[in-house]
């Protein structure tokens, strides 16, 4: 359920506490990297709070095959549920190295914190529809990277309703249109993410000023041990 207009918990003491949402399904070593995810989390950010699903989806969350990484939306929508202000969704292959406070903040200015991609953004024709783009107008946009999404309930919510709409509409996409090569090089819910924030005037954060990867990184990413 959508609940950024609606009702929600108020949790005193919790707002300035970091919400982490993480998913870990299938593979085995996916459910190792989330538990090393969760032990830097508990290093640097001990007072913070968790909601990690392992070999489940959220609550509401569609079947992986209907919605590619479309549980994203719905860890975030559980945190925010539950009474959170500040919410970190990472990929179970993220590791603290440092605390991470610093990316709310960057929210103040950026709407929400997702990492510039190299890339330049690809996009399905149902995403240009439904975010009301003709391909010629995203020319120029960068795609952004789905480790890493930090949300400010105050500063995120309207990037964050423009993300959910485009889940809700089928924009990410499914496996039955991944096969067809329906996608175009779409990429699924970072597609979506990088033509939420422009729709809203917002940009992706460059890995330096998120700290992502790189010297003096954060936030770092290793795939398998």
């Known amino acids: 359920m959508y609940v950024l207009y609606a009702h ?18 299938g593979d085995k070593r996916y459910l190792e990297q989330q538990t090393r ?6 290093k640097f950010h001990p007072e913070s709070i968790g909601y990690h699903w392992t070999d489940e989806l ?8 209907d919605s590619l ?31 991470v406070d610093f990316l709310f903040e960057l929210c103040r200015r950026n709407g929400v914190v997702a990492i510039k991609d190299d890339n330049k953004l690809p996009a399905s024709n149902t995403a240009l529809e439904h ?9 120029d946009f960068h795609l952004v ?10 500063y995120s919510k309207h990037v964050f ?3 959910y709409e485009a889940e809700r509409f089928g924009a990410f996409g499914s496996q039955v249109e991944a096969a067809s090569e329906k996608l175009q090089g779409h990429r699924y819910d970072e597609t979506c993410m990088a033509l939420s924030l422009y729709r809203h005037g917002f940009e992706p954060v460059g890995p330096d000023v998120g700290r992502y990867m790189g010297d003096n990184c954060a936030v770092t990413k290793k795939h398998f041990k």
């Open 161 to 163: 309703k423009s993300w």
């Open 69 to 99: 990484y479309g549980f994203k939306v719905h860890a975030v929508i559980h945190a925010f549920n539950e009474g959170h202000e500040r919410v970190l969704f990472l990929d179970p292959a993220c590791i603290l190295l440092d605390r």
């Open 145 to 154: 990277g789905g480790s890493l999404y930090a949300f400010d309930y105050y």
């Open 37 to 42: 995810l969760i032990e830097s989390i508990d």
């Open 131 to 139: 975010f009301k783009y003709r391909r010629q107008d995203i020319a």
């Open 8 to 25: 929600r918990k108020t949790c005193e003491g919790m707002n300035n506490k970091i919400a982490f949402v993480s998913c870990a399904f």
């Open 58 to 65: 959220p609550p509401g969350s569609p079947k992986f095959y």
